[in-house]
């Protein structure tokens, strides 16, 4: 899919795919060099057959000569199946050596009339008959692109599971080093561990916090998605488009930030490579990126949220995740209880309603101020114009969407869990996740005085004890992820030995 000079932008990739009703072939073609498929994976050494996307082109009567019917998808021949030669009109180079991943030989390819039968066009979404016509259920090429890569939302789906397991991985390094490693102490009394220490476990009770919320968002979003793949519901399809983009962009940036904490949270012995956090962040790295750039992808959540908006104001049905928005734009966007905005005791700041409120209202009030914003510029800068004088804003809204949809999830797992303790142990959890993301936006509940001075106060202090808290069963919640040794393969984090096992990396 990826061409040189188009990657995010599908619909503008140069490739071209011309029927031949004489033979009837395709022939692919790439028209110059900003068109080379770039960074396709196992194609520089390994790869026998490429799904290619291109311009599907078909020959016309009139002066244009051929008309173009929009990017769709063909299996294209790449190499000899006895000689593992390229074929010919193929040209194949590797795209050289990668921040991390190095085991996926990612390569680039040139066309030149390369021929392939009609049939090998992937034509669930549209198709050509022998005499060169062509027939799709759906009307229009957008329609057809978007039904298209609709597909791509498996790999979301799994983009944003695999990042909690590097997360997982990540907190538990860092955590068990931190319960192992001791630095200075009261005069006279052995030292003490250094997550026994407030900046520590500010560093790293939230990240733990935040890696429980995303581990329950993550299975959610897999559940609705097989579900999708058996009922095909039109609805959950839209629902799962915009769910998994959103979770993909979020849980990434969010992991690929957390690496460095954690490599930094280990001091010296994080920088080792043998304790695997430069690994794990290069390699993770481009998370970010590939199934979509995270920008993008956090903008098809703003502007999912914004059609769902207009459609409210038209009596139409808003999707299950989206549904908190029907009473939102009356309830949330209400002028501010002056009573509420100052109750500061432990018992309502930990209430699942008021977290999840405060949530909502943001996501509510950042929905309705963009659509105004964006009604307003509209009128002198045009629609793209006015998108881009407002994205900074969209995305804020797509995220501040995404953090209530996680933690309504966390919530939700919280009150399912069987085992009392063990629920005990997710609501502190919960509670953490939630006050500290309410604490890292405390600028916006002030500006629009949903929290009092005094209730912000509040917040802050019972969030740091809450990690405090959360330090004190931290060994268990990472125990709780069960991963062997094996999996996390960092001596620092041994469960027996770290110190022995360490040495011994180094020829001791």
């Not at 009394?189 to 500010?202: G, K, N, R």
């Not at 509510?364 to 900074?392: D, E, I, P, Y």
């Not at 009092?452 to 959360?470: E, R, Y």
């Not at 330090?471 to 992820?481: G, M, T, Y």
Request: with cysteine.
């Amino acid at each position: 899919m990826t061409e040189l000079h188009h990657g995010s932008n599908v619909q503008g990739i140069q490739t071209v795919a011309t029927f031949d009703p004489i033979t009837d072939e395709f022939t692919i073609n790439t028209p110059n060099d900003g068109a080379i498929k770039w960074w396709i994976g196992n194609a520089a050494v390994h790869g026998k057959f490429a799904s290619v996307f291109a311009k599907l082109m078909l020959p016309t009567h009139d002066a244009k000569g051929v008309s173009d019917m929009g990017v769709h998808a063909f299996i294209v021949p790449l190499r000899d199946f006895k000689t593992h030669q390229a074929l010919p009109g193929i040209e194949i180079h590797d795209c050289g050596h990668k921040v991390g991943l190095n085991g996926v030989d990612n390569g680039a390819l040139r066309f030149t009339s390369v021929r392939i039968p009609r049939d090998n066009l992937l034509n669930r979404f549209g198709d050509v008959t022998r005499d060169g016509k062509y027939t799709s259920n759906l009307p229009t090429i957008n329609k057809r692109f978007a039904a298209t890569l609709g597909e791509l939302v498996g790999g979301r789906v799994g983009l944003g599971y695999s990042s909690v397991g590097v997360l997982k991985i990540a907190s538990t390094i860092a955590i068990r080093y931190s319960l192992l490693r001791q630095q200075f102490g009261p005069p006279k009394q052995p030292e003490i561990s250094i997550l026994d220490y407030q900046s520590q476990q500010h560093k790293l009770m939230p990240m733990l916090a935040t890696t429980y919320a995303f581990h329950f968002a993550t299975v959610n979003l897999v559940e609705i998605y097989s579900q999708m793949k058996m009922t095909h519901d039109e609805q959950l399809v839209g629902e799962v488009h915009a769910l998994s983009a959103g979770i993909k962009a979020y849980v990434t940036s969010y992991t690929a930030k957390s690496l460095s904490v954690c490599r930094e949270a280990c001091g010296g012995h994080g920088y080792a490579a043998v304790n695997r956090f430069g690994t794990l962040r290069n390699d993770h790295d481009i998370f970010q990126t590939f199934e979509g750039d995270n920008t993008v992808l956090l903008q098809q959540v703003a502007a999912d949220l914004l059609k769902q908006y207009k459609e409210k104001f038209q009596g139409g049905t808003l999707s299950v995740t989206w549904n908190y928005l029907r009473e939102s734009m009356n309830t949330y966007l209400s002028q501010p209880n002056p009573v509420t905005s100052r109750w500061e005791g432990v018992e309502h700041l930990r209430d699942p309603k008021f977290q999840l409120d405060a949530f909502r209202y943001r996501t509510s009030r950042l929905l309705q101020s963009a659509a105004v914003r964006l009604r307003k510029h509209s009128k002198t800068l045009g629609g793209f114009g006015a998108w881009n004088r407002c994205l900074n804003h969209l995305l804020t809204l797509a995220e501040s969407h995404i953090e209530s949809v996680i933690l309504e999830k966390f919530i939700e797992a919280v009150e399912k869990c069987p085992d009392a303790s063990s629920r005990a142990a997710l609501k502190l959890v919960c509670d953490l996740y939630a006050l500290h993301r309410i604490w890292n936006d405390i600028g916006t509940y002030r500006n629009v005085d949903y929290v009092a001075p005094n209730k912000a106060k509040a917040i802050h202090k019972l969030t740091d004890h809450l990690s405090f808290q959360v330090r004190n069963i931290a060994k268990e919640l990472v125990d709780a992820f069960d991963l062997p040794d094996h999996v996390t393969r960092a001596p620092i984090a041994m469960q027996s030995e770290a110190y022995a096992q360490y040495t011994q990396q180094v020829g001791f």
